[in-house]
């Protein structure tokens, strides 16, 4: 069985399709610990309903990116997990941190590669749909080897098409569906690979 290490900022609604994959069997993989960079993250109480151990660091204000994503790498090795999934952490990470999990790191991206890095994906494609710009929208899945923001190669995508009638909300619901399946079987194809 694989063992995943999530990280969260937020909701968690794609670390909530990870645990119920594995707990029906769709996923041979076991989530070993969440890690959360905000102690508010409502994903957190996802995890702690199944007992699963939690890394809750906040960066303090007082240290350096560098020093934060040192120590954070060292609280995740100690699950010696064979991959750490991005499932909307919204921190940028460092070599530091990176270089100590090399070709372990997944991302999670509510885009197609190489369309709206960063933040607020959703939003800047709807608008770029309703300027004419693109037709469709989508989801992709990649390693994230070093600083680069959402841009290492590409291990699963999915075109998400733009309604005529969509809103913001019923993009961003679709967006979230085909996040939540395409994740679930790319690291299913990952256990598999691993076996
Ligand atoms: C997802 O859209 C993910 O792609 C992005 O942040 C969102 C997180 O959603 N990076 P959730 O916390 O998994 O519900």
Redesign the pocket.
Known sequence: MIRLVVM?????????AILDACRVGLLDATVVAVVSNRSEAA?LERARKLDIPLIVKPRLISQKNQEYDQELAQDIKAFHPDWIV?????RLLSSAFLDCFPGCVI????ALPNTFPGLN??ERAFKAFQQGEIKKTG?MIHLVPDEGVDSGPVLAQIDVEIKKNDTLETLTTR??DS?HSLLIKTLAQLATEKR
């Open positions: 969260i900022s937020g909701n968690g609604s794609n670390l909530q994903g991005l499932a909307g952490w919204m991302n999670l991206h509510p994906a959703i989801v967006i979230h996040e």
